[in-house]
């Protein structure tokens, strides 16, 4: 069993920056493969970017291709998203989930465990 928290939500304008936080407790994070999601007001959770259990291989969404990046720090059972250049569309709750082994998914069910997600609004 893992347990995902996710932190670093907030507030921010267009063009700004944020960085999520997942912290996980539970079993060796490091033979997870894990992925950001974000669900929007009146919208279906979406894939956002994944990274594979070893960190060798990183997976986008065309919609933040470029602007986001995922990493992870084992050592700190930890996987952080970057996101740079924010746009109002990217206001979301954003979660975090992971699964066992595995390549990068982008599919909700491909994923066992899940965050209770952080907030992230972008308005001027």
């Known amino acids: 069993q893992v347990q995902l928290v996710e932190s670093g939500g907030g507030l921010v304008q267009p063009g700004d920056s944020l960085r999520l936080s997942c912290a996980a407790s539970?079993?060796?994070?490091?033979?997870?493969?894990s992925g950001w999601f974000r669900q929007g007001p009146g919208k279906e959770r979406e894939f956002v970017a994944a990274?594979?259990?070893?960190?060798?291989?990183?997976y986008y969404a065309d919609s933040v291709k470029g602007r986001f990046t995922i990493s992870r720090d084992d050592a700190k059972n930890s996987v952080y998203l970057q996101m740079n250049r924010l746009k109002p569309e990217d206001t979301a709750v954003y979660y975090c989930?992971?699964?066992?082994?595995?390549?990068?998914?982008?599919?909700?069910?491909?994923?066992?465990?899940w965050g209770q997600g952080t907030q992230v609004t972008v308005s001027s």
């Open positions: 989930a992971a699964r066992n082994f595995g390549v990068v998914a982008t599919t909700v069910s491909a994923y066992k465990y």
């Open positions: 539970g079993r060796t994070f490091s033979r997870y493969t």
């Open positions: 990274i594979n259990w070893s960190g060798s291989t990183t």
